[in-house]
Nanobody, 121 residues
Framework: QVQLQESGPGLVKPSQTLSLTCSVSNTSLTSNYYYWSWIRQPPGKGLEWIGAIAYTGHTYYNLSLKSRTSISRDTSENQFTLQLFSVTPEDTAKYFC?????????????WGQGTQVTVSS
């Protein structure tokens, strides 16, 4: 069974960069047709897809966040990473790493437990 585990700081100061890593077990990031996403949920709000890196290494981003987002991977460690630049308190959320597939729409099948990130001075 695939397992995903987020890690990173729980507190980030405004204007700094939020960096999170997702460690993946029991499968490979390069396994055909799977996409590895970051999704967040601000307090009291719904889920927001941030972006994804495909099994090919190609990246996809939410247009509303694209200018501040970078997703990369380390296949030797089987990890993928989110960087969100110039954060503000509005970036406070629980962040999830997720495995899914892309057809007519995203279908997410495996989720990490999530990690809370607070942006505050």
């Amino acid at each position: 069974q695939v397992q995903l585990q987020e890690s990173g700081p729980g507190l980030v100061k405004p204007s700094q960069t939020l960096s999170l890593t997702c460690s993946v077990s029991n499968t490979s990031l390069t396994s055909n047709y799977y996409y590895w996403s970051w999704i967040r949920q601000p307090p009291g709000k719904g889920l927001e897809w941030i972006g994804a890196i495909a099994y090919t290494g190609h990246t996809y981003y939410n247009l509303s966040l694209k200018s501040r987002t970078s997703i990369s991977r380390d296949t030797s460690e089987n990890q993928f990473t989110l960087q969100l630049f110039s954060v503000t308190p509005e970036d406070t959320a629980k962040y999830f790493c997720v495995r899914g597939v892309l057809g007519a729409s995203w279908r997410f099948s495996s989720w990490g437990q999530g990690t809370q990130v607070t942006v505050s001075s």
